[in-house]
């Protein structure tokens, strides 16, 4: 199994920046894809980042361009640097691993952006 850690959420106004970090631990080699995903309120949990094993990386056209996801493989640890961040951006920020059989979460943290 594995499991994540998330930290760097905040409040910070519109046009600001957060880094997000994703602690990993566990059967860390078993994991094909690390992820960033968000929900809103009262909204469905979306992609915002992700980064295959073999180095691919995938944005939605929402956060093209503003957000970037990197990895430390020495630290087991992914970030999310998020630029000109915009009120839609408030969310709760998701780590996710998945593997050929597992799909871990973390517990989520809040970044919430003021206009």
């Known amino acids: 199994q594995v499991q994540l850690v998330e930290s760097g959420g905040g409040l910070v106004q519109a046009g600001g920046s957060l880094r997000l970090s994703c602690a990993a631990s566990g059967s860390i080699s078993s994991v094909r894809r690390m992820a960033w995903y968000r929900q809103a309120p009262g909204k469905e949990r979306d992609l915002v980042a992700s980064?295959?094993?073999?180095?691919?990386?995938n944005y939605p056209d929402s956060v093209k361009g503003r957000f970037t996801i990197s990895r430390d493989n020495a630290k087991n640890t992914v970030y999310l640097q998020m630029n000109s961040l915009k009120p839609e951006d408030t969310a709760v920020y998701y780590c996710n691993a998945r593997g050929l059989v597992s799909d871990a979460w973390g517990q989520g943290t809040l970044v919430t952006v003021s206009s």
């Open positions: 980064i295959w094993s073999g180095g691919t990386i």
